[in-house]
């Protein structure tokens, strides 16, 4: 078989149905055609806000990470584990693909670890074992995988979605997409950047031209180039007919390298 891929989904994808409907379509098309194991890993950032509205809650961020405190983290469960990665499995389930809901702990896919007190509930990961997702994939099923990670202490975390698909990548040598609500990464003139290296990207970031969830993106995606030798893609979901050509290993969007 060949090589996994790991597909990150984020941005308001979630709240975008013909987005969702011809994802999942290429989904179930490009299963049939290849005998190859696909892993979707998501955030939901949106979803997340939404909730937190409904109840006037107030989000912060840090560098681009929600700080998220004892009160919130439920709330971001739920809206994770819960609301968005059901509605995943519910376009699964329409599409006729065989998939399973998981969070980033189920099976130690990834270990996740708190980064500091100051953000609270929030992790970073390190790859883990793959035993889980090989029988899922030898039994025919497509893991969709919640941003949610637990630590060794039980204390359940919110972990970026780019740094945890790198993380999965890694701990089943897959070939990575991050689909986000952007072609991918853009210039200071917002024109897309098609190929990017380390060197160019740290200078972009240092001077603000990448920032925010796309600095960490970029960095996921550098980390997942050097760890693995593959080039890692930064595209977007609503590039729908081209997200065949983007599985195959065309060049859409931005290509980034180590
Ligand atoms: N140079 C850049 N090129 C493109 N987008 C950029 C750039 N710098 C900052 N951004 C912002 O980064 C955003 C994408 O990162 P963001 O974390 O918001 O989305 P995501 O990772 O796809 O979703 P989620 O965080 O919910 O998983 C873009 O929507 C854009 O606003
Ligand atoms: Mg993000």
């Not at 055609?33 to 806000?49: P, Q």
């Not at 983290?73 to 819960?82: H, S, T």
């Not at 990575?176 to 740290?202: F, M, P, R, Y």
Request: glycine share 8%.
């Amino acid at each position: 078989m060949i090589n996994p891929l790991v597909i990150k989904l984020g941005g308001n994808i979630l709240e975008k149905e013909i987005a969702l409907n011809g994802l999942f379509k290429t989904l179930s098309n490009y299963l049939k055609i290849y005998n190859r194991a696909i892993i979707i890993v998501h955030g939901g950032g949106c979803i997340i806000d939404n909730l937190m509205n409904k109840l006037s809650l107030t989000t912060t961020k840090k560098n681009g990470l929600r700080i998220t405190n004892t009160d919130q983290i439920d709330i971001v469960i739920a809206a994770l584990a819960g609301i968005a990665n059901k509605k995943l499995l519910s376009w699964a389930k329409k599409f006729k693909i065989n998939s399973i809901g998981l969070c980033l702990s189920d099976g130690n896919i990834v270990d996740a670890i708190q980064i500091n007190k100051e953000l609270g509930h929030v992790g970073c990961v390190i790859p883990g074992k793959q035993l889980l997702l090989r029988i899922l994939f030898d039994n025919g099923y497509m893991p969709i995988i919640s941003s949610i990670g637990i630590d060794d202490h039980g204390c359940l975390l919110n972990v970026n979605a780019d740094e945890a698909a790198t993380a999965i990548a890694l701990t089943v040598e897959g070939n990575l997409i991050l689909l986000s609500d952007v072609n991918g990464i853009l210039d200071k003139k917002g024109n897309l950047i098609k190929v990017l290296n380390t060197n160019e990207a740290e200078k972009l970031i240092a001077n603000n031209t990448i920032s925010n969830g796309m600095a960490i993106k970029t960095r996921a995606a550098l980390k997942a180039a050097r760890n693995l030798n593959y080039p890692v893609y930064i595209a977007s979901w609503q590039q729908t007919d081209q997200l065949i050509d983007l599985f195959n290993g065309s060049l859409v969007g931005t290509k980034v390298f180590a």
